[in-house]
Every structure is written in C-alpha cells, then in structure tokens.
C-alpha cells in the first residue's frame, strides 16, 4: 500500500490489526490511541482531517463490538468531528462505516470540503471520484504538512 506521502506500508495480515500493534507506522502518527481504539490520518488519501478510527481488536462487524466500544467509537468520532470544526478545518463530514467480510471494521471522518462539491453533488456516491481526485491532486509536502498539522493538533487535543 501507498500511503498518503508517497511511501510504502509494509504490513502482513489485516491492516487495521498491524497498525494497532505497531508493526508499522505513519510519518505523522496516531492521532488518538487508547488500550482499544486508534485513530489517525487515513494512510492512503492525502485529504487534510480525514481520520480513521478503528478498533484494535479485530472486529469485521458493528454488531461484534460491545455497547461499551460502540460508545467509545462513536465518542472519538464526535470528538475529533468537534475539534476540526473549533479549529476550523472544516464545518460538515461525511461519516462512513466501513463493515466487509475479511476486513477490519473502521470509521472515515470524512472532512466535505469545497473542492468536493466542484466534482460532484453527492460524495458518498461518487466516493471513488473523490478519492482518485485527492490521489492525484494532493500527494505534495505542502498538503502533506498540513496533514501533520492537523493531525498534531488533534492529538494536543485528545491529550488534555
């Protein structure tokens, strides 16, 4: 895999379990981790704020989570949604719920940025769109620093 610098993720197995035991890491770090959670920059898509929050067990299922980690989950998605938006990043998201079979489950918090709406009326439609725009649009150390701010200033966050 690619990551969204331009650099290769090298991992075996299930990439959500790899990432929650360390066995490899991104240039700018987790944002969030916890004994069953973490959260960070999505590893492919060079789009500034997008986070991934995933369990670190490995979970292929919403309903395979407890109450007390869907509540936990959905507290970091709230949490981070809230404090790009006190730090402006952005105002609205997308949030999506990623559940396939043989794959780790996880949630985009997916920033709606204008350059979006310029590509299409609905993003979760055209996701694909959207994401092949940012691949090839975005993958310099300009955004790349941005990423790392972003991703810094919500780990300050998360710190307090």
């Known amino acids: 895999m690619i990551s969204y610098n331009n650099k290769e993720i090298v991992y075996k197995g299930c990439p959500g379990c790899a ?32 986070f991934i929050v995933s369990p670190k067990r490995h979970v292929e299922k919403l309903c395979e989570l407890s109450e007390e980690e869907r509540n936990e989950m959905f507290s970091i998605v709230n949490k981070t949604s809230s404090i790009l938006r006190e730090k402006n990043t952005c105002d609205s998201f997308e949030y999506v719920f990623e559940e396939k079979e043989k794959r780790h489950l996880h949630v985009w918090i997916l920033p709606r940025y ?44 998360f710190d307090k």
């Open 19 to 50: 990432y929650g035991k360390h066995e490899f890491e991104l240039d700018c770090g987790m944002a969030y981790e916890n004994e069953r959670f973490t959260m960070s920059q999505d590893w492919e898509l060079p789009i500034k704020g997008f």
């Open 114 to 157: 204008n350059w979006m709406n310029d590509i299409c009326e609905d993003v979760i439609d055209n996701i694909g769109l959207i994401f092949e725009y940012a691949k090839n649009n975005f993958r310099d150390n300009n955004n790349y620093e941005e990423i790392k701010k972003i991703t810094e200033v919500v780990k300050e966050e």
